[in-house]
């Protein structure tokens, strides 16, 4: 009876350090490790750091942990195919800046030669505008060498009372082109307040 007693004892004593030593493994190593893995995690996540990512870098860096994850040989196609793709857009986006550069050149040139035809069109514009000027002129100059001849042949006290309705410059003007004599005996024939207007501005002219 004493024989079973102290074997039971024995046995409370090992189920008693069992736990106790279970216990100790839970307290001491298992509950720090997983507190200093939460605040590792914490940190490293304000600090802007990917740990999933950075987990992968580290695995495919170990060969065998690597072949197990796969992450080498995903990570690198991945990778590739991101390279690929961004060379392609590349080139895309080159292309598009050529084509716009020629057309930018194409307009400049189309505006260059838009800018030479309007400088010859508005030089032959000012040359038809001094023709027609020219021309207006002397069809003045002839018609009013007519009226001239015209009066010339008619007598000083018609012409007096004709220019004498007419504005002062056309009267001068009729005026300039009598001579010397027809033009004072028209004169004598005028008002002297009128013959003296047609005066002053002939001696002006």
Known sequence: ????????????????????????????????????????LVVMTIAGVNVFEKTKEVA?????????????????????????????????????IDQLSGDLESSKAE?????????????????????????????ETNTTSNVAQTYESMDEESIAGIIINLTNNEAVAILQELSTEKQAAVFENLE??????YTKILSNE
């Open 1 to 40: 009876m004493a024989r079973k007693k102290k074997r039971k004892n024995s046995a409370d004593i090992e189920e008693k350090n069992g736990y106790t030593l279970f216990q100790w493994l839970l307290f001491i190593v298992v509950i720090p490790l997983l507190f200093a893995l939460t605040i590792g």
């Open 60 to 96: 495919a860096n170990i060969p065998y942990v690597a072949e197990w994850t796969g992450a080498t040989k995903q990570d690198g196609k991945a990778d590739g195919e991101k390279v690929v793709e961004l060379q392609a857009e590349i080139k895309n986006k080159q292309a598009e």
């Open 111 to 139: 505006i260059e030669e838009l800018l030479t035809e309007q400088d010859r069109l508005n030089a032959q514009l000012k040359q038809l505008q001094e023709q027609q000027k020219e021309a207006a002129e002397t069809k």
């Open 192 to 197: 002297a307040k009128k013959a003296a207007e």
